[in-house]
Structures are given as structure tokens and as C-alpha cells.
T-cell receptor, first 115, second 113 residues
Framework: GAVVSQHPSRVICKSGTSVKIECRSL??????MFWYRQFPKQSLMLMAT?????????EQGVEKDKFLINHASLTLSTLTVTSAHPEDSSFYIC???????????FGPGTRLTVL | DQQVKQNSPSLSVQEGRISILNCDYT??????FLWYKKYPAEGPTFLIS?????DKNEDGRFTVFLNKSAKHLSLHIVPSQPGDSAVYFC????????????FGQGTRLTINP
């Protein structure tokens, strides 16, 4: 159990467009989902924490109007990168957590390239 | 302020020997620790965790040791196998609220045949 999927795995878009990334917990209900960003050869940087049915909590320095997070159900969270620019190019990873336990289970990641 | 530190960016170990990956933390509020394994262009895979009420947790070839007084934990892999070659991240959490994870920088482990 504890499988998390992410879609798409790779996306290339033009500067100024918006991109939506989906994160699904396939075999469990996730009380909380997290969105991370990873730059090459660096650690995972937490962007935001989202709970089903409530607004996401963003980490300091992350623009909430640029990175829109919607957690519509206990198995689905989406991240929309609005008006993407080349500096938004990165590897975005989501994770999901069951209630009570700190273990997070990660999706396979989405490589975003903004031209 | 790097609250979780993995001071060795890389480690090379011969197949069959023991791999020891180290991690230090500064925040004494952390009470739950995890190790993840990551391949390039993939999400991290959970390996093993330990609560601060324990000093050792074992799962197959993987053992995590926690030294609270030194704010240090280590992951032992024995025997090391070629498939263990990956980047290993340690992470720490405060076991309340959102239980957010704080990750170290990662250590690239290479197992040589």
C-alpha cells in the first residue's frame, strides 16, 4: 500500500502559460498532502502543505498566487503553476500522509521545463 | 539555517560491505526521523523511520540508530548491494500538527562491485 501517483511526469510549456500537476494517493486516504520542489543536486524544498477542504499553508518565500494548490478530496491534490517563467523550471514532487503517522509517501515527480 | 545536515555528499562502498550514512540535526524539538532513498528523476522512497523514544530500529538489511544526546542518527545497510546505489536523504519531523519533514542535503551512495 501507500502508492502516490503524479501526472504528468514531464511537461514542457511556453513562458506565460499555466501548468497543472495532479497528485493522487491510490490506495489510501491522505489527510495531508505536501508539495516540494527540487533543484539539481539539492535537497527537497517544501513549498506548501495542504489539507482536504481547506486552504493550503505556504512556506515562507513561496508565492501563493503563483503556485495555486487545490486539495479537492482525500485522494487528490493539484498544483497549478500560473504564468510560468523559465525560472519555474524544476522538479516538482508531491507527497501524501495518512492520519497520525509522520511518514510521507512520495509521487514520482514532475519535470517542468518552461521555454 | 540548516536544521538537518548530511555532511557527506557522497560515499563509496564495496558490494557486500556495510554502508553507514550519517545525519545530524540541531532542533531538539524533532522527535521522529526518517530515511528515504531516491533515484534520479524519481520521487523519494521511504526506507525506515525511528521515534525519539527508541535508539534503534531494524528492518531487514537496514538499521537506523539514534543518539539523542549527540543529535545524530545513522543508517546502516548490510550487506550493501549494487541496487542500493542512490541518493539517501534523512528527514526529521516534530510529531504534532502538520508533521512537516525537514530534509538533509542527501548523500550519494555508490556500491562498487
Amino acid at each position: 500500500g501507500a502508492v502516490v501517483s503524479q501526472h504528468p511526469s514531464r511537461v514542457i510549456c511556453k513562458s506565460g502559460t499555466s501548468v497543472k500537476i495532479e497528485c493522487r494517493s491510490l490506495d489510501f486516504q491522505a489527510t495531508t498532502m505536501f508539495w516540494y520542489r527540487q533543484f539539481p543536486k539539492q535537497s527537497l524544498m517544501l513549498m506548501a502543505t495542504s489539507n482536504e477542504g481547506s486552504k493550503a499553508t505556504y512556506e515562507q518565500g513561496v508565492e501563493k498566487d503563483k503556485f495555486l494548490i487545490n486539495h479537492a478530496s482525500l485522494t487528490l491534490s493539484t498544483l497549478t503553476v500560473t504564468s510560468a517563467h523559465p525560472e519555474d523550471s524544476s522538479f516538482y514532487i508531491c507527497s501524501a500522509k495518512r492520519g497520525g503517522s509522520p511518514e510521507q509517501f512520495f509521487g514520482p515527480g514532475t519535470r517542468l521545463t518552461v521555454l | 539555517d540548516q536544521q538537518v545536515k548530511q555532511n557527506s555528499p557522497s560515499l563509496s562502498v564495496q558490494e557486500g560491505r556495510i554502508s553507514i550514512l550519517n545525519c545530524d540535526y540541531t532542533n531538539s524539538m524533532f522527535d521522529y526521523f526518517l530515511w528515504y532513498k531516491k533515484y534520479p528523476a524519481e520521487g523519494p522512497t521511504f526506507l525506515i523511520s525511528i521515534s525519539s523514544i527508541k535508539d534503534k530500529n531494524e528492518d531487514g538489511r537496514f538499521t537506523v540508530f539514534l543518539n539523542k544526546s549527540a543529535k545524530h542518527l545513522s543508517l546502516h545497510i548490510v550487506p550493501s548491494q549494487p541496487g542500493d546505489s542512490a541518493v539517501y536523504f534523512c528527514a526529521a519531523s516534530v510529531n504534532q500538527g502538520a508533521q512537516k519533514l525537514v530534509f538533509g542535503q542527501g548523500t550519494r551512495l555508490t556500491i562498487n562491485p
